[in-house]
């Protein structure tokens, strides 16, 4: 990677943060790591060398770091919450019949030998060059700073880790049921996310991840067998080769040299994750929009015809998403065979490489997605889950339309149906829970990706698509490489639209309220005028404009549109084809709302409250008149 491009990072980083307002602040760190791989028995010493950033306004007397592998131990708190959960995840959970020989469900991790568990020791830790206190609680590492660490002021901290990659059990780990010896992720001592809400030292329970915004250069000696793949660009690929070396070199390895160094460097991302096999396929395609794309997947004949299928769709795929929210910034991006499922990491993702062709291409649009949700716009994955999964899955349906023959109308109509189960098990939770605090895996999966996915769809319904397909560009344009929270897409969809939207954030992501309006009589003038008077009622807690289709018998039809009163706000015709009359404003303490139709009751066929199906109305059926 050219040095240009580096500093072109940074120049983002630090003028960016002015963009989103004069007080938002974020903290900055530069990793220095250098790690040796024993693949004999899976085992890895690294040290580290952090220049750590304090951009806020606080004096900080105490530094987290996370420790995920420590979570893959019998005993951790990761083992526990599976063995105690309704509905463990069945990846890390065995099948076993019990004294009485019915079935249950045994922790995978609660079976991990000696020599399977993960694990981070930390040794040596300085401030500075000088001994700090530190030590491991679980999956975190407390620091007391010998020097306090002002505002505006850096502070170099070195430490040695000594790490253990165990088996497989969730995201990283090695010899994943489909082979691959190592999947690399949240491997090292990370420092946690100081914000404007204090520090976010989350122990590794189960859910996802938050990082701070810095710059990896990270060496990794491993046996020159394995070919590596992951975050960052390569920086000495014509001694490495595999796949990565210039056109027209030839890489030649001593047959005495044992191992290689693989040098990476990775500009203005919050993770740095790898995965290595010796029995991996490199593919790299150019594209035309300037990110070149890399796939490592195993030499198994049975999945070669279903990863080169899925080459030129991603590439279809990240040329949509560019055009959809923004250019995806880096010039690399890898999707490599490793992993339980498929997780996002920076510059790259880990997916199972097994499945059929067009479930792999679903999946790759989902991780691949991730680039834009949460390593470009980096929400809290622990406490606003909804935002990445949720965004994400809508940029996947989209994009799967998008690449579809025959489009659908509603592309995300199996976001709604998830989320109305939910609604009807009564067990949903608000999306203000913490990720790790739902009662049931599914609730907390529903709640992530369907219902943070009709937040975004829903949006369409009440300010209308255009408004909505600006609110993703601007949200992008003035958030990449920070931590968005809520408010701040919520506040994007407002500026772009002139609606105020407050409400619906409360009412969605902090509540259980539902959305349930019905058409509650039609009835015929009685006087002899031809005029039709029909009656709404709202049923369900959470407020919500009107769009009424009217098909009369003759065929034609009309709309009619009620605003929202607490929105101040008219949204465009969606239907400009069909003529639309705006009615007075709707406010939400009155539960019915009458208007009337200027034909008579014979002449209409049915009334249909939302036609479009983009608003989440947890019972539908009561949506519809249709004369009899």
Known sequence: MKNSLLFGFLFLNVCGAFAQSS?????????????????????????????????????????????YNNAFQPGS????????????????????????????????????????????????????????????????LEVNLNQPLLPGKSTVLTLDFDGQVPVQIRRSGRNNKEGVELSMAQWYPKMA????????????????????????????????????????????????????????????????????????????????????????????????????????????????????????????LMQYYNTLIGKYPYEQYSVIQGGDGGM????????????????????????MGHSWFQHVLASNESKNFWMDEGFTSFLEDSGMNELAEKKAANPYEGAYNSYFFMVKSGKEQPQSTHADRFDLNQMYSISAYSKGEVYLSQLIYLIGKENLLKTL?????????????????????????????????TDWTQTTNTIDYGIKTVEGATDGVQRTGVTLERIGRTP??????????????ESFYIPLRMMSFEK?????????????????????????????KTAIKKIILDPSGLMADVKRENNIFEQK
């Not at 010493?45 to 007397?61: A, F, I």
Request: glycine fraction near 6%; hydrophobic fraction near 35%.
């Open 473 to 505: 560009k601007r949200y992008y344009a003035e958030f990449k490489f920070k931590h968005p929270t809520p408010n701040d897409i919520n506040r994007t969809a407002e500026r772009v639209s002139g609606a105020d939207l407050g409400w619906y954030l």
């Open 344 to 367: 996002e990491y920076a510059m790259c993702t880990l997916i199972l490489g097994e499945g059929k062709k067009d479930g792999l291409v679903g999946l790759i649009a989902h991780e």
């Open 572 to 600: 465009p015709n969606p239907t400009p084809e069909i003529k639309r009359t705006t009615l007075p404003d709707w406010a939400w303490a009155y539960p019915t709302y009458f208007f009337e139709i200027p034909k008579a």
């Open 23 to 67: 007080s938002y602040w974020q903290q900055h760190v530069d990793y220095k790591m250098n790690v040796t791989m024993d693949v004999k028995n899976y085992q890895y010493k690294g040290k580290q060398e952090l220049v750590y950033t304090n951009n806020s306004p606080d004096t900080l007397r105490r530094v987290f770091y996370h420790l």
């Open 193 to 316: 996310e100081f914000d404007f809400e204090g520090w976010h030292a989350d122990p590794y329970i189960a859910r996802e991840f938050h990082g701070v915004w810095g710059n990896f250069d990270v060496s990794i000696t491993i046996d020159k067998e394995y070919m590596l793949g992951g975050s960052g660009y390569l920086q000495n690929k014509n001694e490495i080769g595999h796949g990565y070396q210039d056109n027209g070199v030839v890489v030649t390895i001593p047959k005495k040299q044992k191992t290689l160094t693989w040098h990476f460097l990775a500009p203005n991302v919050h993770d740095f994750t790898w995965a290595a096999d010796k029995n991996y396929i490199h593919d790299v395609v150019s594209t035309d929009f300037g990110t070149t794309l890399h796939f490592l997947y195993k030499n198994n004949p049975t999945i070669i015809e279903n990863w080169k299928y899925t080459e030129p769709k991603t590439v279809q």
């Open 544 to 557: 919500m404009p009107m769009d009424i289709l009217v098909e009369y018998t003759d065929g034609t039809k």
């Open 77 to 140: 708190e990761m083992d526990a919450r599976l063995q105690n959960i309704a509905d463990p995840d069945p990846r890390m959970t065995d099948k076993v019949k019990n004294v009485d020989g019915k079935e249950v469900k045994e922790s995978r991790i609660a079976k991990l030998k000696p020599n399977e568990i993960g694990y981070l020791k930390i040794s040596n830790f300085k401030q500075d060059g000088v001994s700090a206190n530190a030590k491991e609680v679980g999956t975190i």
